[in-house]
T-cell receptor
Framework: KNQVEQSPQSLIILEGKNCTLQ??????????LRWYKQDTGRGPVSLTI?????NTKSNGRYTATLDADTKQSSLHITASQLSDSASYIC??????????????FGRGTSLIVHP | DAGVTQSPTHLIKTRGQQVTLRCSPK?????VSWYQQALGQGPQFIFQ???????QRGNFPDRFSGHQFPNYSSELNVNALLLGDSALYLC???????????FGPGTRLLVL
């Protein structure tokens, strides 16, 4: 069964500090891994996407890494801002024959940035 | 350029009723996926539509059905509502099945 586990479940940091969120997956066959940011009551917004051959991808203050051998990914947030308070969701897609992809979502890490 | 839109934003139903949720994809997108997100959980994949056909389906009962129209918009229908169907229902669109999905704001369904 394909699974995506995220840690920590929740995190509280002070504004300006850095943090790292973790994602471990058992999804096969692997197609790509995405990190989404979801504000409360809103739909998720894509931050990064990585395929098997990519091991790092940046989007402003967000940097995602991927280790396909250990099936782990991390999302590093630099110089956090109050607006970073949200749920961060790791999504791993599996390629299905016929050109279709099945996404498996993690439960997300709830990040709170305090002033 | 409008992004993904969903209607209604909120909905209250009672057990046993039926509900239809609607989604308009981002301009230029032809693939629509539906997700159920319970409070405090990650989204769960319901199904995906491409070229007006259901291409993939998650682990949801037949009470959940859908449709995609020629203009790529989509509907999610849920019959015989249960209390456990209360959730945020998200629609996501993409250009073909493998590209980045853009999510709508969701429809929050409450079943009493």
């Amino acid at each position: 069964k394909n699974q995506v586990e995220q840690s920590p479940q929740s995190l509280i940091i002070l504004e300006g500090k850095n943090c790292t969120l973790q994602c471990n997956y058992t999804v096969s066959p692997f197609s790509n891994l995405r990190w989404y940011k979801q504000d409360t009551g809103r739909g998720p917004v894509s931050l990064t996407i990585m395929t098997f051959s990519e091991n790092t991808k940046s989007n402003g203050r967000y940097t995602a890494t991927l280790d396909a051998d250990t099936k782990q990914s991390s999302l590093h947030i630099t110089a956090s801002q109050l607006s970073d308070s949200a749920s961060y969701i790791c999504v791993v897609s599996s390629y299905i024959s016929g050109g279709s992809y099945i996404p498996t979502f993690g439960r997300g890490t709830s990040l709170i940035v305090h002033p | 350029d409008a992004g993904v839109t969903q209607s209604p934003t909120h909905l209250i139903k009672t057990r046993g009723q039926q509900v239809t949720l609607r989604c308009s994809p981002k301009s230029g997108h032809d693939t629509v996926s539906w997700y159920q997100q319970a409070l405090g959980q990650g989204p769960q994949f319901i199904f995906q539509y491409y070229e007006e056909e259901e291409r993939q389906r998650g682990n949801f009962p037949d009470r959940f059905s859908g449709h995609q129209f020629p203009n790529y918009s989509s509907e999610l229908n849920v019959n015989a509502l249960l209390l456990g169907d209360s959730a945020l229902y998200l629609c996501a669109s993409s250009l073909r099945v493998k590209e980045t999905q853009y999510f709508g704001p969701g429809t929050r369904l409450l079943v009493l």
